[in-house]
């Protein structure tokens, strides 16, 4: 059964910094592209981030370009999102979620989702 | 970009029928059929309920459909029951190697 399991997240003040992890199970992980979504309190979701199946290719919305960075490592099934500068408007339940299909280098559909990690940006 | 609209609230009464609108440009909803439609209960992660537009996942019930004219697409929820009661948010592929959300329709069954 295919599973997402989101960790890493916590509070932390303004400026600082935070990496959140994603291990997948149940799929061949190194297949498929991968996205981080996120969602703050009370709002709807916002695509942050998404890097193809091998990751030669990242891409970012506009509103974390220069402070986060997606990786991943096929070899342990784990997605990565590292988070810098980090500002009260970051504060959200951050999904990782699997592309729908295998092979993709561009995000079209986060399919299966994890079931998120909180991150709270507050002195 | 920016985020595609959706209207902020709908509803129907059970058995009824309920159609929820997503508009973009054509550069994003309108340029290709990368529509994506998720239900979200409150405290869960979104599912998948649509995607290319009108395919419905396995598991997903034939009371949801997806269609999309010019630069508009829509999700239309037939027999409501109980359980619909949810979040629907609409995505679509923003051509510039760049997903874009809708900002979400709160469905009330009534």
């Known amino acids: 059964q295919m599973q997402l399991v989101e960790s890493g997240g916590g509070v932390v003040q303004p400026g600082g910094s935070l990496r959140l992890s994603c291990a997948g199970s149940?799929?061949?992980?190194?297949?498929?592209?991968m996205h981080w979504v996120r969602q703050a309190p009370g709002k709807g979701l916002e695509w942050v981030t998404f890097i193809r199946y091998d990751g030669t290719n990242k891409y970012y919305a506009d509103s974390v370009m220069g402070r986060f960075t997606i990786s991943r490592d096929n070899s342990k099934n784990t997605l990565y999102l590292q988070m810098n500068s980090l500002r009260s408007d970051d504060t959200a339940v951050y999904y990782c979620a699997r592309d729908l299909w295998g092979h993709q280098w561009l995000p079209l559909v986060p399919a299966y989702w994890g079931q998120g990690a909180l991150v709270t940006v507050s002195s | 970009q920016s985020a595609l609209t959706q209207p902020p609230s709908a509803s129907g009464s059970r058995g009824q029928s309920v159609t929820i609108s997503c508009t973009g440009t054509?550069?994003?909803?309108?340029?290709?059929?990368?529509v994506t439609w998720y239900q979200q209960h409150p405290g869960k992660a979104p599912k998948l309920l649509i995607y290319?537009?009108?395919k419905r996942p396995s598991g997903v019930p034939d009371r949801f459909s997806g269609s999309k004219s010019g630069n508009t697409a829509s999700l239309t929820v037939s027999g409501l029951q109980a359980e619909d009661e949810a979040d629907y948010y609409c995505s679509s592929y923003g051509g510039s190697n760049n997903l874009l959300f809708g900002g979400g329709t709160i469905l009330t069954v009534l």
């Open positions: 149940g799929f061949t992980f190194s297949n498929h592209g």
């Open positions: 054509s550069s994003d909803v309108g340029g290709h059929n990368y």
């Open positions: 290319e537009v009108s």
